[in-house]
């Protein structure tokens, strides 16, 4: 055990056991601090997203280009793709929602030598960057109430909404006919 040397002794064996005993508890905080982390691999972020680029008008234009494509390529079929679910349609009277969009206009598809083509020159973005409208110039070919063959021209204007999935979908479309000529 321990030999006392002096007077002193048995007070500085005292202050070593205290300072023992409260160093003890600490001894391993104190190695793990001195000890360099185990090298583990960094963790794998997720892959990344490519960030889509902010709408502009120039955006606008192309998916309204793409919809006169699509439309001329593949019909009525064409044209659906591009219709938001609760779009409206003013064609004389307001027509709300995709199915009764394709019910009205199933016929005129169906009609031989119908055709509908445009072309966008104007597009302006809302603020928030999820809605804006083009507007432009459209050519109908197809036939009277008599049966003869007609074209007609006029101007258009097409409402534009972002989809959750960044696309671009129209939410409104309508336009009018040039006056006769006279």
Request: net charge positive; charged share 25%.
């Amino acid at each position: 055990m321990f030999t006392w040397t002096s007077a002193r002794q048995p007070i500085r064996t005292f202050h070593f056991v205290m300072a023992l005993g409260l160093a003890l508890p600490a001894a391993p905080a104190l190695v793990q601090a001195q000890t360099p982390p185990a090298q583990t691999p960094p963790a794998q972020a997720p892959p990344a997203q490519a960030p889509q680029a902010p709408a502009t008008e120039v955006t606008l234009l192309q998916a309204d280009r793409d919809f006169n494509k699509a439309t001329q390529e593949k019909g009525l079929e064409g044209w659906m793709q591009f219709m938001a679910d609760d779009v409206i349609l003013l064609r004389g009277k307001p027509v709300f929602g995709k199915d009764a969009v394709r019910t009205t206009l199933k016929s005129d598809w169906d009609e031989p030598g119908y055709s509908l083509s445009w072309e966008p020159k104007r597009a302006e973005m809302f603020k928030s960057g999820r809605m804006g409208n083009t507007s432009g110039r459209w050519t109908y070919r197809g036939k009277n109430e008599k049966g003869e063959k007609i074209t007609l021209q006029g101007d258009y204007l097409t409402v534009w909404q972002k989809q959750a999935d960044g696309s671009w979908k129209v939410i409104y479309d309508g336009g009018t006919p040039d006056p006769a000529a006279r």
